[in-house]
C-alpha cells in the first residue's frame, strides 16, 4: 500500500511538468495570461490528462537554467520577428513563397522531437504538417522561402531550435551527442571553407 501511494506519487511528480506546460499552452493559445485562462487551462490539462492517459513520458532529468532562459529569450524574439515578417507579407501584397520543407531531426527523443515541433510552429510563418516519428523527421509549411537558399536557412534553424532545447533540457547522452556533432562540424568546416 505504501510502495503503491510512492509510486502514484513518483509518477504524478514527473508528470507535473507536462501539466503545467498545458496550462501555459492553453494560455498561449489564447494569446492572455489572465487568472480567467490560467483556471481554464487548469481544467482542460485535468480534463485532458484524465481522459486521454497516455503512459508517463520519462523526462531527462536534467534542467539547464542559463540555456532555459536563452531559449526563451531567443523563442520570444523569433515570434516578435515571425510575426512582423508575416505582416509585411500581407502588408505588401505580394505572393511571399512558400514551401513544404522536411527536416530531419539529430535527436532521437519523442519528447525533444514534440517540442522542436511545438516551438516551430508557434512561430508565426511556419507550421508542422506532419510529423515522421520512425525516421525524426518533421515536415513544416513555411512562408517567405524564395529559392533553395531560403530553404536551407529555414532548415537550419529548425536544427539550432533543437539544439537550444536539447541544451535546455536534454538529457546527458543527448548532450554529448550534440557536443560531439558540433565538434565534427567544426572539423569539416575549414575544408569546406578551404575548398570554396
Do not use: C
Not at 510512492?6 to 496550462?23: D, G
Not at 525524426?136 to 537550444?164: C, F, S, T
Request: aromatic share 8%; net charge positive.
Amino acid at each position: 500500500m505504501i510502495e503503491t501511494r510512492r509510486t502514484a506519487a513518483r509518477q504524478m511528480w514527473t508528470q507535473l511538468p507536462f501539466f503545467v506546460w498545458l496550462i501555459l499552452l492553453w494560455m498561449l493559445l489564447w494569446g492572455q495570461f489572465t487568472l480567467l485562462s490560467l483556471i481554464t487551462g487548469t481544467i482542460v490539462a485535468i480534463v485532458t490528462t484524465r481522459v486521454f492517459r497516455l503512459p508517463p513520458a520519462e523526462l531527462s532529468g536534467r534542467i539547464n537554467l542559463w540555456y532555459g532562459l536563452v531559449f526563451v529569450a531567443s523563442f520570444v524574439g523569433a515570434v516578435v520577428m515571425g510575426s512582423l515578417q508575416v505582416v509585411w507579407h500581407v502588408w505588401n501584397g505580394k505572393h511571399p513563397g512558400t514551401a513544404i520543407i522536411a527536416v530531419p531531426l539529430d535527436t532521437d527523443d519523442d519528447l525533444i522531437m514534440t517540442h522542436v515541433g511545438v516551438t516551430a510552429s508557434l512561430i508565426p510563418g511556419s507550421l508542422v504538417v506532419q510529423t515522421d516519428r520512425t525516421n525524426r523527421i518533421l515536415y513544416l509549411h513555411i512562408l517567405g522561402v524564395k529559392n533553395l537558399d531560403d530553404v536551407e536557412a529555414q532548415r537550419a534553424g529548425v536544427l539550432r531550435w533543437e539544439d537550444r532545447i536539447v541544451r535546455a533540457v536534454g538529457s546527458r547522452e543527448q548532450m554529448q551527442a550534440l557536443k560531439t556533432r558540433e565538434a565534427a562540424a567544426q572539423k569539416t568546416a575549414p575544408q569546406n571553407g578551404g575548398t570554396a
